[in-house]
């Protein structure tokens, strides 16, 4: 049992390995300028869930305008 969770462990270390991340790779660079990357990704997120979400609640208002005009008009 301990030599299967062993050999999970290494196979995921090695797969780790492989993977691009997102930060500098030089390893003179320090502090936030390592995860530049990182934040803009993390920028364009965020940027991008305040206009789906803005979005969303304006198509959400026009929508509630509408049917509250056709029971209204139409009752």
């Not at 299967?4 to 797969?15: D, L, M």
């Not at 995860?35 to 965020?46: A, C, Q």
């Amino acid at each position: 049992m301990f030599r299967k969770i062993s050999q999970s462990i290494s196979n995921v270390k090695g797969e780790l390995k492989k993977c691009s991340w997102p930060w500098e790779s030089d390893p003179k660079v320090k502090g936030f300028k390592k995860f530049r990357e990182l934040w803009g990704s993390t920028l364009v997120v965020l940027v991008a869930m305040v206009l789906l979400g803005a979005y969303v609640a304006f198509f959400d208002y026009v929508m509630a305008q509408v049917v509250s005009w056709v029971i209204v008009h139409l009752s």
